[in-house]
């Protein structure tokens, strides 16, 4: 019999030698199909065993069901905002990204906007080809000695705030979970949000797009900046609130911005951002140069092709790095180690010195890196966004100055299996929470969340409510959410004495709305509320 012919899409333009890279790998037909329609898409999947794409092409839900054949989808780039990948997930297909390969031309592109933003480089260009010599205008400042905050310092803030100390800038850095010895190693000072944005001439953003990211920089927080900041975005859309931009810069309490990111792209043509003069526009130019792209298409082409001759899954966002048939007897472990890393974290303080993983059990005997990588990538989720994955897990809770422990107990734990994740801060404050497997059909359960005893299943959105223990509880907080039309799946309760503490873990069906959770944690019983999303 003859060699089956795996089919690669290439939906998205990526560097031609990434393309020649997969044409010459025995068993592989490409198929390049650049911008082709949804429909067309739809129809190419059918017989496809990979898809490679960068931000252009969506890969959705429906896309996954009309490809029965598909085992991976590689994104030549960072973000995969355009991959579905909850459903990739339930459909065994992994994906893919190429986490490293822009980050210089990311920075040097933040930093050219940052050059522009002092000194009026486009609008200067656009000056003297319109035929004037308009000097007495065009004046700028100089960056020498001038203030940078930098929002998030991971690896692509890092090597912007390197870039700011050779120019003689002072880095201010906001990154609620760099340690203070990461911050010295790297020369920075470390502050509260509101100081950065209090004592900055410059601010660039560089962090996910998330909950808590969303519009961080609005009116609220463009109001406590000096008049004449100069604000950057080259990370993601929506960080920056773009209408209380647009009013801030017409003001002129924002001097000047630079954005090469937008909530909606491409950026509509009517925008009143395109309208500015002292706003510098690039169209997610982030990741484009020869180099980035040559980088990721040859990276990306390489990882898709290392997948289906059944090698190593690398760089991987929702399956570890490891043989695919070992995937298949730790993935359950996998999956309630990413739940507890991440529940742990929301639990926890901003700032962890160590994170510490220990195993009980039958686990104990099996080599557990997948299930460690897992729960660090769960940890570091809504931390560092898409950049972190089951590779980089361990560097990235590095350079955020925590250091990992890995414990295989021979203990007896109660349990056939146990997993327990502790987040410990410097002051040696603990957050903990221990998961297991329970009844015939091994269903994942947390078991106990800072050494309170529960049982909840691992799923879902998870109230977490330290109160005092008196009559009534149950009834105030199940009405609180009623009343708020929220659903109750299941409950666990907890205490160690009648009358002292008690822990409550609610697991409910949608999110409280933001006053629902005001009314509950400004309950006089309650001592403590955390909302959980897993």
């Not at 850095?173 to 950065?196: C, H, N």
């Not at 140069?289 to 082409?301: H, L, N």
């Not at 056939?416 to 998961?435: C, N, P, Y």
């Not at 149950?474 to 039309?485: E, M, P």
Request: glycine share 8%.
């Amino acid at each position: 019999m003859g060699r089956v012919i795996m089919k690669v899409l290439v939906a998205d333009k990526i560097s031609p030698k990434g393309v020649a890279y997969l044409r010459q790998q025995p068993g592989i037909e490409v198929i390049e199909a650049y911008g082709s329609s949804p429909e067309k898409i739809l129809e190419l999947v059918k017989d496809v065993h990979a898809i490679a794409v960068r931000s252009e092409t969506k890969i959705t839900a429906a896309v996954f069901a009309a490809a029965p054949l598909l085992k991976v989808v590689g994104r030549a780039g960072v973000g995969v905002d355009n991959v579905d990948v909850d459903a990739a997930t339930e459909r065994g297909v992994v994906v893919m990204n190429t986490p490293g390969g822009n980050t210089i031309s990311t920075a040097e592109l933040t930093f050219t906007h940052i050059l522009c933003g002092a000194r009026p480089i486009a609008q200067a260009a656009a000056s003297m080809k319109a035929g004037n010599w308009d000097r007495k205008t065009l004046s700028g400042i100089e960056l020498f000695k001038k203030k940078i905050g930098i929002v998030g310092l991971g690896r692509i803030g890092s090597e912007v705030a390197k870039r700011a100390q050779a120019f003689g800038m002072h880095v201010l850095a906001y990154d609620p979970y760099l340690s203070a010895s990461r911050a010295a190693a790297m020369q920075v000072e470390a502050v509260t949000l509101d100081a950065l944005l209090k004592g900055s001439d410059y601010i660039t953003v560089h962090m996910p797009l998330t909950d808590e990211t969303n519009n961080m920089i609005d009116a609220a927080a463009i109001a406590k900046c000096k008049k004449g900041v100069r604000l950057f975005n080259c990370a993601r859309g929506g960080i920056i609130n773009e209408a209380d931009l647009i009013a801030a810069l017409k003001s002129g309490h924002v001097a000047a911005a630079g954005l090469d990111v937008f909530v909606e792209e491409p950026l509509a043509k009517d925008s009143e951002l395109r309208t500015l003069p002292n706003v510098v526009l690039t169209p997610h130019i982030a990741a484009s140069t020869a180099e980035a792209q040559e980088s990721v298409g040859i990276e990306i082409a390489e990882q898709i092709a290392d997948v289906l001759n059944g090698g190593v899954i690398r760089n991987a966002v929702n399956v570890p790095s490891m043989d695919a048939n070992a995937v298949k007897v730790l993935g359950p472990s996998i999956d309630l180690g990413a739940k507890l890393g991440t529940l742990v974290q929301q639990i926890a303080t901003p700032q962890i010195a160590t994170l510490r993983i220990t195993y009980w059990g039958k686990i104990a005997a099996l080599d557990v890196n997948a299930v460690t990588r897992s729960i660090q990538r769960g940890f570091l989720r809504r931390i560092s966004g898409d950049s972190v994955n089951f590779v980089n897990a361990p560097s990235a809770l590095e350079r955020l100055g925590v250091s990992a422990e890995v414990i295989k107990s021979t203990d007896d734990s109660g349990y056939s299996d146990l997993i327990k994740v502790e987040a410990t801060a410097a002051d040696g404050t603990t957050f903990s929470a221990s998961g297991t497997f329970i009844g015939k059909s091994n269903q994942p359960r947390i078991v106990s969340i800072n050494g309170r005893e529960v049982e909840v299943a691992a799923e879902g959105k998870l109230l977490v409510l330290e109160n005092l223990d008196q009559p009534g509880m149950v009834g105030t907080i199940g009405t609180i959410l009623g009343n708020d039309k929220v659903n109750i799946a299941d409950m666990s309760l907890s205490r160690l004495t009648p009358g002292g503490t008690a822990y409550m873990v609610v697991r409910v069906d949608t999110e409280p709305s933001e006053a629902a959770r005001k009314v509950i944690k400004g309950h006089a019983a309650i001592k403590q509320a955390k909302f959980v999303q897993l």
